[in-house]
């Protein structure tokens, strides 16, 4: 069984920045694909960055391109989202998400694991 847990998560001010990490456990991490998605209050989970098991290959959402970065260390089991110049429109729980096939996703059901999420709010 594959446990992830996000963090890194806070109250920042617009134009500021973060850096979500995702520890993994179990399973065998270095294989996986892994993504991050959000779910803003009142709208559905949504897709935002995914990385191949090597890390060769990264896929981002339009609305965090050149904003965002995804990268992952497979010796720490942990993957990273440093998030930058921050709008109020990307607050949002962060979700971390696994799957044990390697090749990067951006749809939410090819996902087989989930993390609890971290908040990131953004005030104005």
């Known amino acids: 069984q594959v446990q992830l847990v996000e963090s890194g998560g806070g109250l920042v001010l617009a134009g500021g920045s973060l850096r979500l990490s995702c520890l993994a456990s179990?399973?065998?991490?270095?294989?996986?694909?892994m993504g991050w998605f959000r779910q803003a209050p009142g709208k559905e989970r949504e897709f935002v960055a995914t990385?191949?098991?090597?890390?060769?290959?990264?896929i981002y959402a339009d609305s965090v391109k050149c904003r965002f970065t995804i990268s992952r260390n497979n010796a720490k089991k942990t993957v990273y989202l440093e998030v930058n110049v921050l709008k109020v429109e990307d607050t949002a729980v962060y979700y971390c998400a696994a799957d044990t096939y390697g090749d990067p996703k951006v749809t939410r059901d090819d996902y087989k694991y989930w993390g609890q999420g971290t908040q990131v709010t953004v005030s104005s």
């Open positions: 990385i191949n098991w090597s890390g060769g290959t990264t």
């Open positions: 179990g399973g065998s991490f270095r294989t996986y694909a």
